[in-house]
């Protein structure tokens, strides 16, 4: 089954806004992590402002899960409140993952094609032709 959650963007203060989330829905992070954890990647450089920023932070509410990180870098210049979330689709299998990708980009602008990603996950991000933005991943490592 294909699960779709909100993943949130924010501009330098998502572990203050997660905290505050966690303070209202109750629960822990079922992760958390900042770019400076981030492996080595030359193509990739964290610039040292950004090492505390939040990579990725994630929170249960019932049935669902909130999702976000701190934009830095080349990405910060396009940060806009109100405009700062997308749709994450997660996919039962690597096929699926792609002919959604596909289906759901086609006319749209592709941020990151599908590829295998550090931490686990075959993953991409696009903006489809109507300016959604969307995250489309499959877990490669199987949940514990």
Known sequence: MITANTYLTFNGNCEAAFNFYKSVFGGDFDFIGRYKEMPNDPNCEVNPEDAEKIMHVSLRIGG????????????????????????????????????????????????????TTFWGSYFGMFTDKFGIQWMMSFDTKPKL
């Not at 700062?84 to 993952?97: H, P, Q, Y």
């Not at 990708?101 to 590829?115: D, Q, R, V, Y």
């Open 64 to 115: 669902s899960t909130i999702m976000g990180s701190d934009t830095g870098g080349e990405w910060a210049a396009n940060y806009k409140a109100g405009n700062n979330f997308s749709i994450s689709l997660n996919a039962e299998s690597k096929e699926e993952a792609d002919r959604l990708f596909k289906a759901l980009s086609e006319e749209g602008s592709i941020t990151m094609p599908m590829n």
